[in-house]
């Protein structure tokens, strides 16, 4: 049996209070607490997803570098007069050069001239032994002399001979001459009457006989003439040959003297007394005094466009002198090639005097005519891309692509925009060294 519950009557109401079905009404959720449900339902996936986009757009693409803005420098492409010269250094060198070898081998028995001095044509610069190309030549000499004998003998043999036949044929015109007189009498005394027919007629067959003698050796005389003249030509052509032999021969011992075969400055000279010598060997050279030249080492980049007439100024002092270029050498070595460019004017004494053998000059080759032209700054930029692609940057200052170009001329402040790149675009022009392999850049 129930227990009445103290201030509460025991009815029915008061059963149902105690079961709380009367405690229970509704509640009508906040504002807020919907969007909060809304936002942990909804929200979470997507700020997930924008970190993950987030995430995406901060990590570099293939290809791409993040590169601070102060490690580049920017130029912008500009249209500008592009000044087309190249500016390199020279070295003085004499203009010409005459190499002296020794014409025979021998030792050194006396040096006369010295290293670095003035000398003339015709000077001795030193002497030279060889007893053994002495006796050959004394040998050498004793049979051309020989020889010159035996030629002069065929000489005289043919000169007897053509005198011994025309003295003959001087006996047969003679003989001729009396016969024809003999027999003018006979014919004569044959006509009064005092010879007979027949001692006429022995008269007339010898006057025949001596005409026909003289004209065979008139014709034997013409065809040795003939022939004596060839073999007088031979016997003198070798006649010529042997005195040409014989100066040879005592020329190749004068060839131990050594001589200077035209003025100028001796140099590379340092011969040594007791110093052998072989045929051949170089002994030194001879510069032109006073005349110079300048040969200058050019980049293979300029080969060819660097060709014989360029003209060039040379920087002598405060003084600009015209030059030519003379010479191109086209062997490249060490990626250069070698240009000779001579004075357009005589130097003035001061300046010539001043200039020494091996010393450099500033030299401004010029390439062609001055126009204008898309210009970029010439820099470390061109070394990596070689002027086929450059990086542009975007118009906010913030990223820089890779973009293919074409380049012509360059000089040292300039090079010469073809292609790929317009006027007003922003390059990178620092050096691509740490970026060679990139095609995008990210600056920050």
């Given at each position: ?11 029915g109401?008061g059963?149902?209070?105690l ?10 959720p ?5 969007l ?38 920017v130029?912008r ?30 030792e ?10 003035l ?25 051309i ?6 030629v ?8 007897q001979?053509?005198?011994a036949e ?10 001729l ?8 009498i ?16 022995s008269?007339?067959?010898?006057a ?38 014989l ?27 007791g ?15 006073g ?16 060709a ?17 270029i ?5 062997q ?33 080759i ?14 470390p ?23 293919g ?7 040292p402040?300039q ?7 317009h006027?007003?675009d922003?390059?990178v ?12 850049l990210?600056?920050?």
């Amino acid at each position: 049996m129930d227990r009445p519950v103290a201030g509460l009557k025991q009815t029915g109401q008061g059963r149902r209070a105690l079961s709380g079905a009367g405690m229970d009404r509704v509640v009508v959720p906040s504002r807020r607490r919907v969007l909060l449900r809304c936002g942990l339902r909804y929200g979470a996936p997507v700020i997930i997803l924008g970190l993950m986009w987030g995430a995406w757009r901060l990590v570099p693409a293939s290809g791409t570098l993040a590169v601070s803005h102060d490690q580049l420098s920017v130029a912008r492409v500009r249209s500008a007069p592009f000044l087309d010269y190249l500016p390199v250094r020279g070295t003085v060198a004499p203009l010409n050069v005459t190499f002296i070898d020794s014409i025979q081998g021998g030792e050194v028995g006396e040096v006369v001239a010295r290293d670095g001095a003035l000398v003339h044509k015709g000077d001795v610069l030193a002497r030279l032994t060889n007893p053994q190309l002495q006796l050959d030549v004394t040998s050498r000499e004793a049979q051309i002399a020989s020889q010159l004998g035996a030629v002069s003998a065929q000489r005289l043999t043919l000169q007897q001979t053509r005198t011994a036949e025309e003295t003959q044929l001087a006996d047969a015109r003679y003989s001729l001459l009396k016969a024809q007189r003999e027999l003018s009498i006979r014919e004569q005394l044959h006509g009064q009457g005092f010879e007979s027919d027949a001692n006429v007629q022995s008269y007339h067959d010898e006057a025949d006989y001596y005409g026909q003698r003289l004209k065979r050796l008139q014709e034997a005389l013409k065809q040795d003439l003939l022939i004596a003249d060839r073999q007088g030509g031979e016997i003198d052509q070798e006649a010529q040959r042997l005195r040409s032999n014989l100066a040879v021969v005592e020329d190749s011992l004068g060839a131990l003297v050594l001589y200077a075969p035209l003025d100028g400055r001796l140099t590379n000279f340092d011969l040594q007394p007791g110093q052998a010598l072989k045929a051949g060997d170089r002994i030194g050279q001879i510069d032109s005094e006073g005349q110079y030249r300048l040969d200058a080492d050019i980049d293979e980049f300029y080969l060819g466009r660097v060709a014989i007439g360029e003209r060039a100024e040379a920087d002598l002092g405060e003084v600009s002198i015209p030059m030519t270029i003379a010479r191109v050498h086209p062997q490249v070595a060490n990626g250069q090639f070698r240009a000779e460019l001579i004075f357009d004017q005589v130097l003035p004494e001061g300046l010539r005097r001043n200039l020494r053998r091996g010393e450099s000059v500033d030299l401004r080759i010029t390439l062609g005519e001055t126009h204008t032209a898309l210009v970029l700054p010439n820099g470390p930029w061109l070394e990596a891309s070689g002027g086929t692609s450059a990086f542009v940057m975007a118009p906010n200052g913030h990223a820089a692509d890779r973009v293919g170009i074409t380049s012509g001329r360059r000089n040292p402040e300039q090079v010469e925009i073809t292609g790929g790149l317009h006027d007003g675009d922003q390059v990178v022009v620092s050096s691509y060294g740490s970026f060679r392999n990139f095609s995008h850049l990210t600056v920050h």
